[in-house]
Structure formats: C-alpha cells, structure tokens
C-alpha cells in the first residue's frame, strides 16, 4: 500500500504562506525523486525563471520541501506581486548530473525504467496542491504541445516558459454564504455546464456571460424552476483555453472538462476576473448567491483519470507522454500500470487509471474535497466512473471491492461524512457507478453513503416509451424503478433517495432530442457537430416523426422523475426541450449550438411551466419524497399499507401480472396520510401500450374524490398541461373510469 494514509491535510502540500506572511512554503510529495527543484516566476508565461531552488526530503513523509521568506522573493528575486512557481524533478531514469541545462539531455538514462519511474527535469510540472493555475498548458502563444512530451522526438525540449504555472496565494476568507442543510431526499438536482450556463444569455453582461459571474446571476431563475441543487460539470482545471481559436475545427476541443490538470484549482476560463486569486473569490461569490438562493452547488469530479492522459505516439506505447504534473513527480504512485509499470491500466478509454488505491493518491482525492467543501462551499459531489474509486488494487489489476475498507469509496464516506438522512451537515455523495470493462459495471453495489446514477432507472424507463415491441420491460420491474429500485439499493441498508433517477444526461441525448431521433447525428458540421464517438445503444426514438408525440413522450419522461421515489435530475434546457440536434457526444462542442438558449416561443414556454409546476407538485408532496421504502404491494403481490398497485381494471395487480411481459400499464396509490401530505391519497396511471387504455379507478378516501393534476396526452397542451393547485380537474370517486392515450401518464390527487 505504501505510505500510511494520514488525516485530511496532516502534511500541508502545497504553497502556503505561513499565518504572517513572512515565509512561503512549499512542500510536494515524491517517494522516487532523487532531487525536486522549485522554480521561481515573475510572470505567467513567456518568461523565464527568476529563482530556481533546491529542496529537501523528509525521508519518513516522503515529502520535499523549501521555505523562502517573502523579503527574500521581493529583494533577492524581484517579484513584488504574484508569486508563480513549477517543480522540476530528477529520478532513477533521469539521475541529477551538474552539468545539465534547459532543454539538454544530460543525466537521460531511459524515459521508463523497470520501477515506472518517468523523470524528466526538461519538464515544468504542476503542483498536485496548487489552489490556482495561471494558464492552460497551450496557449495561442504555446501552441506546440509536444513540448511536455517524453520520447526521443521531444524529451529534450523545455516546457517552462509556456507551462502552466502554480499560483501561490493566500488563504481567501470571502463568504460563501450558509449552506442549505436539506435532506438529499428533498433535492431537485439540475446537471448543467457553467459556461453553457450564461454564455448565449443576452440579459447576463457581456464580459460576464460563460462565467462563475455569469451563473450567479441563474439563482433566481432556478431557484423559480424548483431547482434545489445545481451540478456542474467539471470546473477544476482542464485545457480548455483553445476551444475558440479555431471554431470549425473540434478535434482537440475539451468543452465537458472531464480532463483534469488539478484537483483544487477552479478553471480560470470561467472567470471573469482572471487576474491571481480572482477564480477562487468569483467561484465564492457564486456559490453564495446559490446559497442564498437556498440552493446547493454540487460539482462533478473526474478522480478515475487525469488530463496528463495515455500514450500518445511511437509504437512500441512507451516513449511518448505527456509529464505536466503527477506522472513526473511519482508516476506509480499516482497511476494504476500494468504488472511490469510500462504502461497505464486502463478503465477509462481517456489515458489510463488514477491510482486510488495508493494512500498518497487517496490523500489528494481527500484533500481536495475537503478544499472544495471548507473553502470553495460545495455542497455535494458527482464522481465520474466511481467504480475506478473502489478499485481494490494497484498495478497489474483492476477489482471492484465495495467491501474492501482501503478503497477510495469507502475511505471518502469516513472522512468527508455524507449527509444524514434526515439532513443536516454533511456531503451529498453521488457515483457514476460504471467505468469501461473488468467488473465496473456496479449499479446498485457501491457502499454504504453513497447515491448512485441510477443507469437501470433510465434504461428500463427508455426502453418502455421508446422499444415496444422489441425491449421487453415488465410491470414489476416499472414498479420496483417508480418506488426507488429497492432491490438495487434496499438490500444493503440504502435508501429510495440513494437512486439518481435521469432520463438523460449531458452524456447522450437531451430529453427532447431521445424522443425526436432513432440515431445519433453526430457527423453534422459545426456548430451541431462533428462529434466522434457517442453511444450507439441510445434506447431512443422520433415517435414515427410525429411532433405532438414527440412532445409527449418528453412530458411523461419528465413525469417519471418528478413522481418517482428517488431524487430527480434533470439536465440544463431539459425544461424547454432544449435540443442538441442530435449530437449525443457533445463533449468538443463549445458553440452556441450546444450553449442553453434563453428566448421561448410559446411551446418551449409552455414546457418551461409543465416543467415548473411538476417540479411544484413534486416538492408540495412528501409522499413521492419517501425517507424509506414505501411500505406496500411488493413484485410478490405482499399487500401493505402505504403504496398499492392497480391493473387498469382497478384489480390490485400481483405476482402474475407484474410478471406478465404482455402487459404494459401500470397504476398505483400512494397513501397520502402516512407521510403527513396535503393530499390524502395520490394515483399515477402509465399507459406504455401503443394504443388506449381504460383505467377504473381505486378508492379516494372516506368522502374524497380524484381530480386531474396532469395527463400528458397530446390533447392536453399548452400552458396549464399542469392545473395549478386548486384549479384540478373533478375526474370522480372509486371505480370511476378514465380513459388514457397511448403512452401518456395520468397524475390524480383526492380532494
């Protein structure tokens, strides 16, 4: 395992300034560096060092470190303002020799030795513990990005004047305001992109839209949607600057950010204030107007890989990699290889495993969101490919081991406490429970604390509106993803709330576009495209071409969340159709095409108020808020007390009919006084049949009837689709009988 691991920021990595002022610290860790040389900066780029210092090893840490007094860096050095700075390491393949010089090969042995090691002193490395980044790597003044490669063909050459720079700053004590305590089962969350955001919104100010500014400004308008949580996409550092040097050509675009350069630094590009320390105080500055909007900011973090990325040239895979910061500090340490530590073990398809396994590598994870949750405010986490988090060994393996107490998993939940059920302090914990091949597929295994991207919700729910016919998809198994997939997530002591339910996500279709293609359309010329990659299974279809249908099928997936145990999300446009013209892999696309759109003709208006007042009912409602399995008719035909399942019939459904693969409408009750809810009983009624459906209707309750809140048929458009509270439509009392469309929902309350 290596080094023990140590409590949340026991070493104090980084470049801090001690409680005066008066010293600058630097301390990296490297337990293969046979020297690390900290190097001094005036500027952030183009220029060279002012200071190039040598620092020493503490052999029981493994830590190296150097303390230089501010007098000395504004006399000795001359840097009166910023203080820029980038490692420079020695190591087995690449020993220390006197005489060797930027941009010389003196001292090269191999690029990889049979220890893993991948030194190279030619290359400016990042800090793992910088709080900022002065710039990309490639800028329009550093376009050569062969300048941090290993291999023949470039290990000579000198990235320090273009790399990115560390930014030593100061502690920032700004407000990020008070953090919403709310249960996680009470959230709405809405997945969107920062930049994306506000970059094509004419009322944001010009210099601020695409920002952490600009965003500020959407509190109110989400917070009026019934958004709860917003979730970014990733926002610490990733190369990104080029993106709109040359629009028409994406192949090299990084719009998503899933390419990290450091896990404590917010992108500068989403600043308006770019100057040293100004992301830091403008991420703040928003995430208190969220706060105060009593929304919660979450964000989405790319812990499974890095953006050094995999091998890049040469055929033999081992020359030629790029060393920006961990790989040319401690590459076994920070990355999963293979058994003879030639080359990356991949489960990623992006350049190969991040470590979690090592004690090290954990502490940064560790670290790191421990920064973003003190400091930065965050209030909850999304983990892309998570499985690579329970990844119970180093090199030569991959093994997801929920059990396995060493894993990243299982040690975040000890550290970083997620949030009571009841809610609370604490962190909002959610996985992306897949990465590629192994066993990493694991919905519904992660340990205890930890929400999950609910994969089998989305697919089952899809394959029922949009496969007929082709996809067979039971009544019981709608039922268990309706009442919070408790066979995924009860049998090891979760909870209804621990199931994400999607109906998309950034990564495929948006939800207009997965009921108006059959196919994505990713080949399009820019703006719309082209894209590579993107899934082909997409479980979509265009409803025959047929646009009332189209907009149907959008309204009732919409439904499916907002009426399910669970906690909703909902991607950023979903509540106007926002279309991406049916680009499924828009990860390269930073163009107004794949930006929300804030003008609204009458139909997006229209979806925007559905959207709006289901969202409403949804929070207006405890019983579809569940902290617990509901108590009720099991997949087994187990009658209860709190949810009951209907044929449309009116008979209660059992075993037989749950199981019935010719069967495709399903009903239930859910008992309104068991969760202190304002209506005393709530009926959903899905039609998944191609053609109509009568449903008799159960029991209201003693001297109650049942009034329409919403059926999503193409007869019921326009701006109250939704009735607002009061205004619902009288339908009738028990056996009454209601007649639904095709593959249209019904929502009932008794009155």
């Not at 992109?193 to 004419?202: F, M, P, Y």
Request: charged fraction near 20%; charge should be negative; include cysteine.
């Amino acid at each position: 395992m290596g080094e023990a691991r140590a409590a949340i920021d026991t070493q104090q990595l980084g470049a801090r300034y001690d409680a005066s002022q008066s010293n600058l610290n630097f301390r990296v860790y490297s337990s293969r560096a046979t020297r690390i040389e900290v190097w001094l900066y005036k500027t952030a780029s183009g220029a060279q060092e002012v200071a190039r210092l040598s620092m020493t090893k503490d052999a029981a840490t493994q830590v190296w470190s150097k303390s230089v007094a501010t007098s000395t860096i504004k006399t000795s050095y001359g840097i009166t303002g910023t203080v820029y700075y980038g490692y420079r390491a020695w190591g087995p393949n690449w020993p220390y020799d006197a005489a060797w010089s930027k941009g010389s090969g003196t001292g090269f042995v191999s690029d990889v030795d049979n220890a893993g090691n991948r030194f190279n002193p030619n290359k400016l490395l990042i800090d793992p513990y910088a709080r900022e980044l002065s710039q990309d790597p490639n800028t329009a003044a550093c376009a050569d990005g062969t300048i941090y490669a290993s291999g023949a063909s470039h290990r000579n050459k000198d990235s320090g004047a273009c790399a990115s720079k560390s930014v030593a700053l100061p502690a920032d004590t700004s407000s990020i305001g008070s953090k919403p305590t709310r249960a996680l089962k009470d959230e709405v969350i809405y997945e969107v992109h920062v930049r994306g955001l506000t970059r094509n919104d004419a009322s944001v100010p010009a210099a601020e839209r695409g920002t952490y500014a600009g965003a500020a400004r959407k509190a109110a308008y989400l917070a009026g949607l019934g958004v709860t949580a917003v979730e970014f996409l990733p926002v610490q550092e990733a190369q990104n600057d080029q993106n709109d040097v040359d629009p028409a050509s994406t192949a090299n675009d990084n719009y998503w950010g899933y390419m990290t350069l450091n896990y404590f630094a917010p992108d500068r590009r989403y600043a308006a204030d770019k100057s040293a320390g100004g992301p830091t105080r403008e991420w703040k500055a928003m995430v208190k107007a969220f706060h105060d909007a009593g929304i919660k900011v979450y964000i989405d973090v790319v812990y499974n890989h890095t953006g050094e990325g995999g091998p890049w040239g040469g055929s033999d895979g081992l020359s030629v990699y790029n060393l920006l910061s961990w790989r040319g500090l401690d590459n076994p340490a920070y990355y999963s290889l293979t058994a003879d530590l030639k080359y990356p073990w991949d489960n990623t398809g992006v350049g190969g495993n991040y470590n979690t396994r090592h004690s090290v590598a954990q502490n940064l994870i560790v670290d790191s969101l421990a920064y973003w949750r003190d400091t930065l405010g965050v209030d909850g986490f999304r983990f892309d490919l998570a499985s690579v988090l329970g990844n119970s060994c180093q090199h030569g393996c991959f093994n997801f081991d929920k059990s396995d107490a060493g894993n990243a998993l299982n040690r975040i939940v000890a550290e970083l406490p997620p949030r009571p059920a009841a809610g609370g302090a604490g962190l909002d914990l959610i996985a992306e429970p897949w990465a590629i091949g192994g066993n990493s597929y694991q919905v519904g295994n992660f340990p205890a604390g930890w929400a999950e991207w609910n994969g089998l919700y989305r697919d089952a729910l899809r394959k029922k509106q949009n496969k007929l016919g082709v996809e067979v998809v039971t009544p019981g198994t709608l039922a268990s993803r309706f009442a919070g997939s408790s066979d995924l997530y009860g049998d090891d002591g979760r909870k209804p709330w621990h199931s994400i339910n999607f109906m998309v996500a950034h990564d495929g279709f948006t939800l207009n576009d997965l009921y108006a293609y059959n196919d994505k359309q990713n080949n399009q010329p820019w703006p719309y495209g082209p894209s590579d990659g993107g899934e082909d299974h997409n479980l979509s279809w265009d409803q025959a071409g047929v646009v009332l249908e189209q907009r149907k099928a959008a309204r009732t997936g919409l439904a499916f969340m907002m009426l399910s145990a669970g906690v909703p999300m909902i991607t950023g446009g979903d509540e106007v159709l926002r279309t991406q013209f049916g680009n499924n892999n828009t990860y390269n696309l930073d163009s107004a095409a794949n930006w929300l759109y804030w003008t609204r003709d009458s139909i997006e208006a229209d979806h925007e108020t559905y959207s709006k007042r289901l969202i409403a009912f949804r929070k207006a409602h405890p019983a579809l808020r569940p902290a617990n399995f509901y108590s009720g008719m099991d997949g087994n035909g187990n009658v209860m007390e709190q949810l009951r399942w209907f044929k449309p019939d009116g008979a209660q459904a059992d075993a037989a009919y749950f199981n019935g693969s010719g069967n495709h409408a399903i009903a239930w009750r859910v008992d309104g006084s068991e969760f202190a809810d304002p209506a005393s009983a709530i009926y959903v009624a899905y039609n998944g049949w191609s053609g109509p459906v009568n449903f008799v209707l159960p029991w209201p309750g003693n001297g109650k009837q049942w009034y329409r809140v919403t059926d999503t048929a193409t007869w019921n458009e326009g701006p109250n689709t939704v009735a607002p509270p009061g205004s619902e439509t009288l339908i009738g009392g028990e056996n009454a009988t209601y007649g639904l469309q095709a593959r249209s929902l019904l929502l009932l309350i008794a009155k």
